[in-house]
């Protein structure tokens, strides 16, 4: 429970720090491997050293018998389930079978983690060797090794109505497949002027998050089960827990803890299941807390992905044909997202352009490499760097300046989008022009400095169902109980923000309160950009009710009707002119027995929302000619925006995004060398550091059209997604060389400007 | 096993561990002082930082046994009360933080810093800070609050 520490009687736009601020900077915020309970065990799992292996036998006698182990066991000991967050297909130990380096054939729970470590290396498993398949092209053809023998059998929710055409495991090693058409793209094609294609590599990437998934489980003799869990979702997590223990979803309760980063990696269960397994195997309370070399090589990183486009044109640069075949490498298992296909990815292959005729494929490939999962904007920075680099190339080609191409192409009020939605107030054109003109996007430049340009689309996310339940005290209190856990984004302090500002109240008199999934309103939770807008809006919804009761009360104390009194400035104001004031209109109320009053808010997705949001950015880079490092001098950063609830927290999603966007263009590669993850610690795996921020210029196109409450839009996927196409775009302004696989290293610049040399 | 002693946040604290004993685990799990927080392990991401006589260490690299007869300061040292220091106070102001799970550590280097240079520029906090690895802020923000807590503000 936290108190905000602000006083102020406008809550919205309020640069007010995070409220559980005390907790995290005095170490007191509790995070799960922070969680410690009479009798823990410490489990640890032993991983398969093999990308493909038939499981031949697993001994673990002799791994009992270490002092201290309490249970040692493996997929024998468990119910035959699978897990997922929509398709399941992972086991929570390996059956039979492993897949990937890195998957759990055996768990231990002992009494310290050396006894654990002792015990998983007693245990023999003797494995008989399968051929593997690691890139996903060679994992489609028709004699290619198959990773799953059932595919079809595995378990998943309908498939939701999206558009185009959605198949499971149509061919080899295919997991999902979409097809996605509008117009005729022959048509379309036939009538281009120019046609270009042009194919991208895009590795995997790790989210990052410096906290390691960790998790808890204790098991009461009445059967209750309680876990904690890095997961921003918990009554998703509740979900599929109970399914994967067989038990009703109120038999588990998930209980809330501090999140050290999300970025999407965190809406997987990872060893949750297992975790309640050894508990129970162990009858004793069982912590997991994984070490960084197993979140790089065993947990859920971006898709890679091979993209190629085609794009049809006229000479004048108007687009009209477009395909695109976007080939996501998912790994051993697809479980690890909440949908059967990287939407995001499909979403963002046409860019914000007009395109009349298309067609999108999407396939998700099994290969005998580490599961992969959902990382910020999913999808969109893997085909935002394809249709961006492709769009500079197409406008090069055409002789038009990369911006010019763009502003002609860009979708305006009253165009459909490619996939179909119709936008109100479309911001596409200001935000680039915004962003150019911050930049001086025609102002010379120094030799070997380029500028270059990307954008990005992405609407508030607008899925699920939003709970909220506001309590008014005698003493003035405003506590907020949500279901949401709160990822580090600040969603606490913007849903203490919207009560403040519907109740006209200090911020300072607004408690959050975190429930767990037992005592909070369901919630979807975090994720998609949905949680200023949803849980605001039910938060915003219960904050009206509470603020109509008093209003009622007050028409009460005065003898008049409700429609003859409002509340202004924390006074209720009848029509004849009676007043009476917030302290005094309590005090009564809690004489008349009516206080505490608690009310709930939900708010439940309808449809895609009617506005969408923009990011538009230039990277400034000098390239060295002699070593090919190239250096980003500055990043303009201009976003779409409605109400700024807190423009503390939201210039922090700014700025965060588009350093990790800044990673995944310059620095971040997760090396996978047949099927082994090479970059196994964050001395290989390199996160930016301090020293690698460029300037940045941040521009807000304000418009108050938001979806969401007081008409705020979405932030926290926007900027992460176009830096490295703006990055790649501006190396070639400025030394002439084209890179169209990821990440943009000195090494990859260095051989392109020798062999253009040669070419001369 | 060894018997060891030490102060850590200016208590005294004396217990027996194995040889092997990080210094991280023994703060963590021994004292149950869990703000040091265990990122990557291998003393690069700074999450683990702790001051050890003044220092900053990654805790993750150092043995319990290192830190015998000496001084040791946590996160949780460094409030007086409910009052608290000026770093921890401009990390809330200026969003220095936005998961929290390396700020212990940014906290704790930073007031390394500031102890041997009062009054640093933007260029060497960047150096300083970059064995603390923070996934959230993009950096920006925390160079903010150690300039401010540098310059005595005490609110943006």
């Known amino acids: 429970m936290e108190k905000a520490s602000m006083e102020s009687p406008h809550s919205i736009g309020q640069p007010a720090g995070h409220v559980e601020g005390p907790a995290k900077v005095t170490g007191r915020a509790r995070y799960s491997a922070d969680i410690a309970l009479p009798g823990m065990l410490w489990g640890q799992a032993l991983r398969s050293p093999f990308p493909h292996a038939r499981i031949v036998s697993i001994d673990v006698t002799a791994a009992r018998g270490v002092p201290g182990v309490h249970a040692v066991i493996s997929a024998a000991d468990l119910p035959d389930v699978r897990i997922g967050r929509f398709l399941r297909d992972i086991p929570v130990l390996a059956r039979d079978r492993v897949r990937f380096i890195g998957e759990k054939v055996v768990a231990v729970a002992a009494e310290t983690p050396d006894a654990a470590e002792e015990a998983l290396g007693l245990v023999e498993v003797e494995y008989e060797e399968l051929p593997a398949v690691f890139d996903p092209i060679a994992a489609m053809s028709p004699d290619a090794p198959r990773i799953h023998e059932h595919p079809e059998k595995y378990e998943h929710p309908p498939i939701p109505p999206i558009g185009g055409e959605s198949r499971y495991h149509p061919f080899a090693n295919v997991c999902s497949q979409n097809i996605y058409r509008r117009g005729d793209l022959e048509r379309g094609m036939a009538a281009a002027e120019r046609t270009f294609e042009h194919s991208f590599v895009v590795p995997p990437v790790h989210q990052g998050y410096i906290e390691p998934h960790a998790c808890a489980a204790v098991i009461a003799p009445d059967g209750k089960i309680d876990i904690w869990i890095s997961n921003k979702t918990p009554f998703i997590a509740r979900r599929q827990l109970a399914a994967a223990f067989g038990v009703p979803e109120e038999r588990v309760r998930v209980n809330p803890t501090a999140i050290g980063g999300d970025f999407g990696g965190k809406g997987s269960l990872m060893d949750a299941a297992l975790c309640y397994f050894i508990a129970r195997a162990s009858r004793r309370p069982v912590k997991m807390v994984m070490n960084y070399t197993e979140e790089l090589t065993a947990g859920n990183p971006r898709h890679a992905a091979l993209i190629t486009l085609r794009t049809g044109v006229t000479r004048d640069g108007a687009i009209t044909g477009h395909r695109a075949k976007l080939i996501f490498n998912c790994g051993a298992y697809g479980a690890f997202i909440p949908l059967h296909f990287l939407h995001g990815g499909v979403h963002a292959a046409t860019g914000p352009y007009r395109v009349p005729n298309l067609e999108i494929e999407a396939l998700r490939v099994y290969t005998n490499t580490v599961p992969r999962g959902h990382f910020r904007s999913p999808g969109a920075p893997q085909t935002t760097f394809a249709i961006e680099s492709h769009m500079d190339m197409i406008a090069h080609g055409l002789g038009i300046d990369p911006l010019e191409f763009r502003l002609r192409n860009v979708l305006v009020d009253g165009d459909e989008s490619p996939m179909g939605e119709r936008f109100r107030h479309i911001r596409c054109r200001e935000t680039l022009s915004a962003a150019a003109d911050t930049a001086a996007w025609s102002s010379p430049k120094p030799p070997n400095v380029g500028r270059g340009i990307g954008i990005y689309e992405r609407a508030p996310g607008a899925f699920g169902t939003s709970g909220a339940t506001l309590t008014l005290d005698r003493d003035s209190k405003l506590t907020l109980l949500t279901g949401a856990a709160d990822t580090g984004t600040g969603s606490f302090t913007v849903l203490a923000q919207v009560v403040a500002e519907e109740l006209q109240a200090p911020l300072g008199d607004v408690i959050v309160c975190q429930g767990d999934t037992d005592t909070a309103e369901w919630e979807e939770g975090a994720g998609g950009s949905r949680l200023t807008h949803m849980a605001g809006r039910a938060t915003l919804t219960a904050a009206g009710e509470v603020k109509r009761e008093l209003i009622a009360l007050a028409a009460r104390h005065f003898n008049c009707a409700a429609e003859q009194v409002e509340m202004r400035a924390r006074r209720f104001i009848a029509s004849d002119g009676r007043e009476l004031d917030w302290d005094a209109l309590l005090a009564w109320a809690a004489e008349h027995e009516a206080l505490p009053l608690t009310r709930s808010g939900s708010f439940v997705a309808s449809g895609h929302p009617e506005v969408t949001c923009y990011a538009a950015q230039v990277a400034e880079v000098e390239v060295d000619r002699e070593t090919g490092q190239v250096r980003v001098r500055r990043i303009v950063t201009a976003h779409d925006v409605g109400t700024i609830i807190n423009p503390l927290t939201h210039q922090g999603q700014i700025e965060g995004g588009m350093v990790q966007g800044l990673g995944q263009a310059m620095s971040e590669h997760l090396l996978v060398r047949d099927g082994s993850v090479t970059t196994a610690h964050l001395g290989d795996y390199k996160l930016p550091t301090a020293m690698d921020i460029p300037e940045l210029t941040t521009v807000l196109v304000e418009s108050l059209t938001g979806p969401g409450p007081f008409a705020g839009k979405a932030i926290g996927e926007l900027s992460n997604v176009s830096p490295p196409a703006a990055i790649a775009n501006a190396v070639f302004d400025a030394v002439g060389v084209r890179l169209t696989e990821l990440p943009i290293t000195a090494e990859k610049v260095y051989r392109e400007l020798r062999a253009m040399e040669r070419g001369k | ?156």
């Not at chain 2, 040091?36 to 043995?63: F, H, I, M, R, Y």
Request: glycine share 12%; net charge negative; charged share 20%.
């Open chain 2, 1 to 156: 096993m060894k018997s060891i002693r030490m102060r850590v946040n200016g208590q005294p604290v004396e217990r027996e561990v194995p040889d092997h004993r990080l210094l991280v685990d023994f703060i963590r799990y021994d004292l149950g002082l869990t703000g040091a927080k265990e990122g990557c392990s291998v003393g690069v991401c700074g999450a683990c930082t702790v001051l050890l006589n003044g220092q900053p260490v990654s805790s993750c690299l150092a043995l319990a046994v290192m830190a015998d007869g000496g001084e040791v300061t946590t996160i949780e040292g460094l409030a007086e009360g409910e009052r608290l220091h000026p770093l921890q106070q401009a990390f809330i102001d200026y969003g220095g933080f936005q998961c929290g799970i390396c700020t212990p550590g940014q906290i704790m280097a930073s007031k390394a810093l500031l102890d041997a240079n009062p009054h640093p520029s933007a260029e060497q906090i960047k150096e300083w800070m970059m064995g603390n690895l923070c996934r959230c802020t993009g950096y920006y923000k925390i160079i903010e609050a150690i300039q401010a807590a540098a310059a005595g503000k005490t609110g943006p």
